[in-house]
């Protein structure tokens, strides 16, 4: 059912940073011993200003594990991938560049620092 789906997403929306499934989505949710492990994959849309005429996906930067608030009082860690793209022609790699989303968007803070976090 379309509604149930709707309200799901709109749940589980409430338990990240404002704007984060507008960049990522879950893929999986695990039930560990203390708690709950989100996945959560960087979509495939190519940053802009790029064009995605001139860019392919190309694989993932490796996975990075935020230890996240306490939910009720069990462990709830995300999983993060974030996408690499590469240039057809000449090969340069890229990835979106969170502050300049953060600078020239309306993410709120604390999505913009919890993102940033998440880059090495």
């Known amino acids: 059912n379309i509604y149930v789906m709707t309200a799901l997403e709109d749940l589980v929306s409430l338990m990240f940073p404002a704007g984060l499934l507008d960049y990522f989505v879950v893929t ?10 989100v996945y959560l994959e960087e979509k495939k849309d190519v940053p802009s200003p790029y064009s995605s005429a001139e860019y392919v996906c190309h694989g993932f930067h490796d996975e990075q594990v935020i230890h996240d608030f306490p939910l009720r009082g069990k462990v709830f860690d995300l999983i993060i991938k974030r996408r ?13 560049e969170w502050d300049l989303v953060a600078r020239g968007s309306s993410l709120s803070r604390e999505f913009s620092a919890f993102l940033k976090g998440t880059h090495r």
């Open 28 to 37: 999986r949710v695990s039930k560990i011993d203390i708690g709950y492990q």
């Open 84 to 96: 690499r793209w590469r240039h057809v022609k000449t090969g340069k790699v890229i990835s979106r």
